[in-house]
């Protein structure tokens, strides 16, 4: 078996163990490929692992013995679905490997700017604490998240993990789901009510077509002017321009994303310049525990589907 990793850089930082994707064949990895290298590097590929090069219609027309594409991550809107289907190629994703590291992360952006640790760390960094009149500096309005409420918006894996996580910090938790919730654990909460009442507003559900700027100007003024705002789900999700001006007019308190519409920013983003916000690279999903999750499940995935067992399918 022939298998090529077009886009290895994705996954691993050198810190990632590939002996169950180099165990099952003849094993091929390149930090990163463009669709010409793509077409040279995998020609005699029974399988490629990519992360997000596209494979594209023209792609699959020149690598004929390809019988299976393994995408390291959940999202698979880099493959051209109907093309995979016509040409008889399978492609299966990896669900579930970040859930614990992406609602771990929320909670460092909704703690940073419950504490303003980002703030103080900078402020020491620029010598204000040599500076101060007293033992500490008490530059920033903090608040505590015992008693507060959070509103999650998608209640799948990682909305759950991060229901459990407000819990510990004895939060009250409200949800919607646009699915519903069908087993109970949690009222679905209609929208409105969930943007009025709660304290942090935290997105965890896909972007479709629907639901893209669900986080538009009027839901922005329906949240409380102390809420935050967390989007570690997808930049889409949320209308950019409007919340900039929330954030400027103060008619939100804070807002942390690690997602924004283009990604990366080769031509800016209004956000980035934002009043009270954090901002991370879609790094949500990135701890080594998460990519090694990552790595060994799509080295499984190629095993069952030789075996004869595809698990993960997609298309």
């Not at 992360?51 to 004929?64: C, E, I, M, S, Y």
């Not at 942390?256 to 901002?279: F, M, T």
């Not at 879609?282 to 067992?309: C, M, P, V, Y």
Request: hydrophobic share 45%.
């Amino acid at each position: 078996m022939n298998i090529v990793f077009l886009d290895e850089s994705t996954a691993t930082l050198g810190d990632i163990d590939l002996t169950g994707l180099r165990s099952l064949g003849s094993y091929s990895g390149f930090s990163d490929s463009t669709q010409k290298q793509a077409v040279e590097r995998a020609a005699d590929a029974d399988v490629i692992i990519v992360n997000k090069v596209p494979v594209t219609a023209a792609l699959l027309d020149t690598l004929r013995r390809l019988k299976l594409v393994s995408v390291v991550a959940t999202g698979y809107n880099n493959i051209d679905a109907s093309a995979a289907r016509k040409r008889n190629v399978c492609v299966c994703n990896v669900p579930g490997y970040a859930t614990r590291s992406v609602a771990q992360h929320t909670f460092c952006l909704i703690l940073n700017l419950a504490t303003k640790i980002h703030l103080y760390n900078s402020d020491i960094r620029a010598g204000q604490w040599e500076k101060a009149s007293s033992f500490n500096l008490l530059t920033y309005p903090t608040f505590e998240l015992a008693g507060k409420t959070m509103g999650i918006i998608g209640f799948g894996m990682i909305g759950r993990e991060v229901a459990a996580m407000a819990q510990a910090f004895s939060m009250k938790v409200l949800a919607y789901d646009v699915r519903g919730i069908e087993d109970g654990s949690q009222p679905n909460t209609g929208l409105e009510t969930l943007l009025a009442e709660s304290d942090v507003v935290s997105l965890h559900c896909p972007l479709t077509e629907e639901n893209r700027n669900l986080i538009d100007a009027d839901a922005l003024a329906a949240m409380k002017t102390t809420s935050l705002l967390i989007n570690t789900a997808r930049g889409g999700l949320v209308d950019e321009r409007a919340l900039f001006e929330a954030l400027e007019k103060g008619q939100i308190a804070g807002a942390g994303v690690d997602v924004i519409s283009e990604e990366p920013p080769i031509k800016g983003n209004v956000l980035l310049r934002a009043r009270n916000i954090i901002v991370s690279p879609h790094s949500a999903w990135s701890t080594r525990e998460a990519r090694q999750r990552l790595i060994d499940e799509t080295a499984r995935n190629i095993k069952a589907f030789f075996d004869g067992k595809p698990r993960n399918v997609v298309i």
